[in-house]
Each structure stands twice: as structure tokens, then as C-alpha cells.
């Protein structure tokens, strides 16, 4: 008897460790088309973008930051197994950029947003969720037929299309909330662009963004603002290297290059 | 009588038996724990690697020291190793900048 009691105590918690793990049901797969410089509109960035989906949950974050990270572990490993006359050589040039590090996670419309800043990691809550408006337009992308509806988010308009033929309140990012999947969002200007490439069914763990600080979107705001204005500072504090002059100015140029914030 | 002293001959043999496992099995738990120990002992205290970080499109190094262990602010190897891996690429993405093929760390609307 004792047996038994223990038995089923100890399956009972194995499954509620298993159930711990949100892992997906669906998964949309978008393109991200956008500039980093809306004035200079030459050789706009793409990226594959994953939103997975488990009932009222979503986890949305690029395909290529996990690929990333895993290369660059792989590169930075050997290199630190394999010394060169005693001194370890570390060579990031062969590690595949990642261009959007942003993350949504969504629990029943309420919406979490994870953010990386160089070594450092925020998350807030979506304090300003889009009010979209649906109109009568339509038009067929995939075979699916979508609705039109425009919103506001951060200042800028967005024209989103949505289908009802799936009936998920999902979306790329934070644009969520409409009576079906938004396959396609852009704003007028077409300086952000998100497309759907593919909608499955599939079962993948939904882990989130881990060490993250909880905040507020200013406190967030204010840091990256720090960071576009003093990077070569920001960057040599958080990683403890002094920087060559040379690449002080490096630094601070190309961080101010950017300027098509998603926010 | 005979049953007797066969069965308490055994019940020796057998408790004999049990104690040198009893004792063997100790001496390889003390070996144990003291190797543990020895690799604890080890992972607490510091220890440091230098490393060059390069940068591929100036084709300069940075040199730099990684420590873990007791004082250095980082608990084990592997999250040294980590954290340094992490600072380089960060340096390579801010250095060479945006559309490298080498990071996006100034681009990207995040």
C-alpha cells in the first residue's frame, strides 16, 4: 500500500514538472522587412521571426537568435580548449548577426516585452496596447481571406490585415488583439514590414528570456537612449574593456546610424 | 548441535562479509568526498586566462584577462568563458557595425 502511495506521488509530481514547461501548439512564422535609417533607404534588413502559440499564451522572438547564440558558444568554447602558444584567440567574425533581439510573450492579451541592450536585459509590461479600428477592406494572402484594420503604436500608424479563417488574437510583436491571426503589418511609410511565411502546427518549448529586469518601458527607454548616445561608454562599462580611441568614435558613429525604432 | 553450529558458522562468515563491504564501501565514500572536495576546493579558488579578442574588420586584438573562482566575482569556468564570449561578440557587433554579416548590435529596431 505504502508503495503505491509513494508511486503515485511521485508520478503525479514528474507530471506537474512536465507541465511546468509551456511548450507550443502552433507556430507562425514571419519575415521582417525593415531600414535602419528610414532617410536612407539602401539594402533594407530581412529576418525569419517565430510566434509560438499555446492556448491563450505566445512566445514571439527571432529564429536566428538562438542559432546565434549557439555558434558563437561552439566558436568561443573551442577557442578556449585550443590556446594558441598559451593565449586563447577569440573570432566572432563567422557568427551569424541577429537583427531583431526583441521578445513578446502574451498571457491572455496581457503582454510582456523583453528587450536586450548590449549585456543587459529589461522587460516590461505593454502599457499602451494598440485601440486598432476594422474597416471593410479586403484581400487574400495565403489563400487566407483578410480584413484591414489601422492603429497607433508609439506615435506611428500601422495597417495590419488580419483572417478570421484563423481565429487566434495573435500576432507578430504587439500586434495583437483582433478577432483573428494578422498575417501582414506595415506602417504607410513601409519602413517596418512583417509578413507571415508559414503557419503550422508545432510542438516547441516556450522558454523566455532569462535575467531580465523587470520595469517600466521609460526606465527601458531611457537606457537605450544612454545607449545611442554614449555607446562606446556604455559598452566599455558593461564589459569591462577600455576601447581604442579609434573605436570609441567607431562605436559612437555607428550607434547613431539607426533610427527606426520598433519600440 | 551440528545444524547449530553450521548455521552460526555462516551467520560469522556472512557478518564477516558484510563488514569488510561495509568498510570498503566507506573508504571508497571517504575517497569520494575527498576528490569532491579537492574539486570544490579548486573551483573556489581563483584562476585566470588571458585571451585576445579580434576584431575582424580593424584586425586589432583586444587583450583581456578571464578569472572565476573565489574573489572574481564569477562562480565557475563555464560562466567565465560565457561571459567572455558574450564581450567579444558584443565588440565585434558594435566595432564593425551593422550589415557585416557579423552582427546587428548598433541596428535592428529594438
Known amino acids: 500500500m505504502r508503495f503505491y502511495i509513494l508511486f503515485s506521488i511521485l ?4 507530471l506537474y514538472s512536465q507541465s511546468d514547461s509551456l511548450k507550443s501548439q502552433y507556430e507562425v512564422i514571419y519575415k521582417i522587412k525593415s531600414f535602419n535609417d528610414t532617410l536612407y533607404k539602401y539594402n533594407a534588413a530581412e529576418e525569419n521571426l517565430s510566434l509560438l502559440i499555446k492556448g491563450h499564451k505566445s512566445l514571439f522572438r527571432s529564429t536566428q537568435k538562438a542559432i546565434s547564440d549557439s555558434i558563437a558558444m561552439a566558436i568561443g568554447k573551442k577557442s578556449f580548449e585550443n590556446p594558441v602558444d598559451g593565449k586563447v584567440i577569440l573570432d566572432m567574425k563567422n557568427v551569424p548577426g541577429v537583427y531583431f533581439k526583441s521578445e513578446v510573450f502574451s498571457d491572455n492579451g496581457k503582454q510582456t516585452i523583453y528587450k536586450e541592450l548590449m549585456r543587459n536585459r529589461f522587460s516590461f ?8 479600428k476594422i ?16 492603429g497607433k503604436y508609439k506615435g506611428r500608424h500601422y495597417v495590419a490585415w488580419f483572417t478570421e479563417a484563423i481565429p487566434i488574437p495573435d500576432g507578430p510583436y504587439v500586434f495583437k488583439g483582433l478577432p483573428g491571426l494578422v498575417l ?37 527607454y531611457k537606457a537605450r537612449q544612454n545607449s ?8 566599455s562599462n558593461q564589459t569591462g574593456i577600455t576601447l581604442k580611441p579609434a573605436d570609441i568614435a567607431r ?12 519600440d | 548441535m551440528k545444524k547449530l553450529l553450521l548455521l552460526s ?25 575527498s576528490d569532491q572536495k579537492k574539486e570544490s576546493e579548486s573551483e573556489l579558488k581563483m584562476q585566470c586566462i588571458q585571451n585576445a579578442m579580434f576584431v575582424w574588420c580593424t584586425g586589432e586584438f583586444y587583450h583581456d584577462t578571464v578569472c572565476w573562482g573565489e574573489g572574481s566575482g564569477t562562480a565557475t569556468y563555464q560562466q567565465a568563458i560565457a561571459d567572455e564570449i558574450h564581450n567579444s561578440q558584443l565588440l565585434t557587433e558594435y566595432i564593425c557595425g551593422q550589415g557585416t554579416g557579423s552582427g546587428w548590435g548598433t541596428g535592428g529596431p529594438n
Open chain 1, 184 to 220: 501582414e503589418v506595415y506602417d504607410p511609410s513601409d519602413n517596418i514590414h512583417f509578413t507571415m511565411v508559414s503557419f503550422k502546427k508545432v510542438v516547441k518549448p516556450m522558454t523566455l528570456m532569462k535575467d531580465a529586469f523587470a520595469t517600466k518601458y521609460s526606465t527601458f
Open chain 2, 9 to 33: 558458522t555462516f551467520a560469522i562468515v556472512g557478518l564477516t562479509n558484510a563488514k569488510s563491504i561495509d568498510l570498503e564501501k566507506g573508504k571508497k565514500e571517504n575517497e569520494k568526498k
Open chain 1, 125 to 132: 509590461p505593454l502599457e499602451d496596447p494598440i485601440q486598432w
Open chain 1, 251 to 262: 562605436i559612437n558613429s555607428n550607434a547613431k546610424r539607426n533610427n527606426n525604432y520598433l
Open chain 1, 135 to 150: 474597416g471593410n477592406e479586403t484581400k487574400i494572402i495565403e489563400n487566407y481571406s483578410c480584413k484591414k484594420a489601422t
Open chain 1, 228 to 235: 545611442i548616445d554614449n555607446a562606446a561608454g556604455v559598452l
Open chain 1, 11 to 14: 508520478f503525479s509530481s514528474i
